[in-house]
Nanobody, 122 residues
Framework: QVHLVESGGGLVQAGGSLRVSCVAS????????MGWFRQAPGKARELVAV????????YTAQSVKGRFTISRDNAKNTVSLQMNSLEPEDTAVYYC???????????????WGQGTQVTVSS
């Protein structure tokens, strides 16, 4: 069993930056891919970024490419998402996950955090 706790969400003006982080407990996650989904009001949950267990491989959604960067520190069992040049469209609840995937159009993961709200004002 893995417990995920996100932090770092908040309110920021458009063009600003935020960093959301997630700490995993229960077991080491160094061999597991980690990722972030987000869900805006009235919209489907979207896979934003994924990082492999060792951190060598990353995926970033086209909608945030060049603005968001995912990273991890396996020694601290943490994964982070640095978000720059934020836009009002980035407003959503951001969820930390273990082994994220999208099957068909359905978001899946072995474990989910409780989510952290990111609000970008125009």
């Amino acid at each position: 069993q893995v417990h995920l706790v996100e932090s770092g969400g908040g309110l920021v003006q458009a063009g600003g930056s935020l960093r959301v982080s997630c700490v995993a407990s229960g077991r080491t996650i160094s061999r597991s891919s980690m990722g972030w989904f987000r869900q805006a009001p009235g919209k489907a949950r979207e896979l934003v970024a994924v990082i492999s267990g060792g951190g060598a491989t990353t995926y970033t959604a086209q909608s945030v490419k060049g603005r968001f960067t995912i990273s991890r520190d396996n020694a601290k069992n943490t994964v982070s998402l640095q978000m720059n040049s934020l836009e009002p469209e980035d407003t959503a609840v951001y969820y930390c996950t273990v082994e994220p995937m999208v099957i068909g159009s359905h978001p899946r993961a072995d474990y989910w955090g409780q989510g952290t709200q990111v609000t970008v004002s125009s």
